[in-house]
């Protein structure tokens, strides 16, 4: 089991930055790709970023490429979330995940989230 704790969220004006993060325990957090993914109530889950576990490897989705960084520390077992330049319509909850790194199953661990607000 991997346990996922995100944090850093928060109410940010339109054009502000917030940092994310997420805590595991559990297992070797290097052993694990992570991801960060977004949801408003009514619509699906989006993707918003991933990283290797070694953090060599990294995609974004369209949405956000420019904006976000997903970075990790592995000493630590966190991953981490920037995101600049936020909108209103950034506006939603965000979490992590993990899965085998170098794998492409499902997202296998999941965090509570933690809510994000833009303010326009």
């Known amino acids: 089991q991997v346990q996922l704790v995100e944090s850093g969220g928060g109410l940010v004006q339109a054009g502000g930055s917030l940092r994310l993060s997420c805590a595991a325990s559990?297992?070797?957090?290097?052993?694990?790709?992570m991801g960060w993914f977004r949801q408003t109530p009514g619509k699906e889950r989006e993707f918003i970023a991933s990283?290797?576990?070694?953090?060599?490897?990294?995609s974004y989705a369209n949405s956000v490429k420019g904006r976000v960084t997903i970075s990790r520390d592995n000493a630590k077992n966190i991953a981490y979330l920037q995101m600049n330049s936020l909108k209103p319509e950034d506006t939603a909850v965000y979490s992590c995940?993990?899965?085998?790194?170098?794998?492409?199953?499902?997202?296998?661990?999941w965090g509570q989230g933690t809510q994000v607000t833009v303010s326009s």
């Open positions: 559990g297992r070797t957090f290097s052993n694990y790709a």
């Open positions: 995940a993990a899965r085998p790194t170098g794998t492409t199953v499902s997202w296998r661990y």
């Open positions: 990283i290797s576990g070694s953090g060599g490897s990294t």
